[in-house]
């Protein structure tokens, strides 16, 4: 089945070149400085957002052949697992950068990545309108569920997973992939999802925005202010915004409110055409990468 036209994960499939994963470890350079986490936890009152472009410390590459990566997530032990859409493929990347292995190759285009459990991960896959629980040790598919509609991003909060389905719904599922909830969202286009406290935040790559809604789908704020095409999107351990800009080439932080920006790191430090992002809450680090796989680990 072909992907809509709309679709941000189509329109910008079209790298051919072999890629590099890059390795960013910079935690004396970039800081978050934040009010207590009292303040914090009442409805993200007065927030302060104060970061440092971080330097380069290291480089990787990857597999000799071209890739398109579209979702990507941090392991508890600090792995990293990428989705391939060139392949159709999960690619796993020991905590040096290294390549380890390919996880498992699909029939159909997979979207986004979620961490479940153990060695669990959840996937979805666009044409085929399903969710994959995968065992990344024994590279296995351990359950599965089909959805009405097809799959976009995907995350994981307390202990529910949160899944985009065609474009203009959010449904929760528990680990076991039982439906718990769905969620009406009036916006089309969503793209990529992140679940905080008790707000979802969305990436409408078409309509150049960001967008925060309660979890009955009411839209609480928007931010469209210097961004071109957003994509992935997720929230650190103090409620700020993560987001990789495709369009603007640029990875940026947004205030809990939705109110201040600053970019994190840009083109001139080597963004080019971002998509894939994901952040480790305990470990305070970030990963992005590039649609063409370049790719970088980031202190928060």
């Known amino acids: 089945m072909k992907v809509d036209c709309f679709d941000l994960e189509s329109t910008v499939r079209c790298t051919k070149e072999f890629a590099k994963l890059s390795i960013y470890l910079s935690p004396e350079n970039l800081q978050l400085k934040t009010k207590e986490e009292s303040q914090l936890q009442s409805h993200f009152k007065n927030p302060v957002l104060s970061i440092v472009k971080p330097v380069i ?20 032990n600090s792995d990293i697992v990428f989705v391939d859409q060139e392949k159709n493929s999960l690619l796993l990347f020991n905590n040096d950068g290294v390549f380890v292995k390919e996880i498992m190759t699909f029939i159909n285009t997979p979207s986004d990545i979620c961490y479940v459990r153990q060695r669990e991960v959840a996937v979805t896959l666009i044409d085929r309108q399903k969710v994959f629980i995968i065992d990344v040790e024994r590279n296995k598919v351990v359950r599965r569920t089909d959805v009405d509609g097809r799959c976009y991003g995907i995350c994981t909060y307390e202990q529910m997973m949160y899944v985009i389905v065609d474009a203009n719904s959010v449904i929760a599922l528990d680990f076991d992939l039982n439906i718990e909830n769905l969620i009406p969202i009036v916006t089309k286009s969503l793209s990529r999802i992140a679940v905080f406290g008790d707000r979802l935040y969305c990436t409408h790559s078409i309509d150049n925005s960001v967008v925060c809604y309660s979890k009955e789908g009411e839209k609480l704020w928007s931010f469209n202010d210097e961004i071109r095409f957003p994509f992935g999107i997720d929230i650190d351990t103090n409620g700020y915004v993560y987001v990789a ?28 055409k971002p998509l894939a992002l994901n952040i480790d809450r305990e470990l305070s680090v970030l990963v992005f990468s590039n649609e063409n796989g370049d790719s970088f680990f980031l202190s928060i």
Not at 65 to 71: A, K, R, T
Request: glycine share 8%; net charge positive.
């Open 57 to 76: 410390k290291q480089r990787f590459k990857m597999p000799k052949y071209p890739v398109h990566i579209s979702g990507c997530q941090i392991l508890p």
């Open 245 to 272: 800009c495709n369009g603007s080439n640029s990875i940026i932080s947004l205030s809990q409110d939705g109110t201040k920006i600053e970019v994190i790191i840009s083109e001139d430090s080597g963004v080019n």
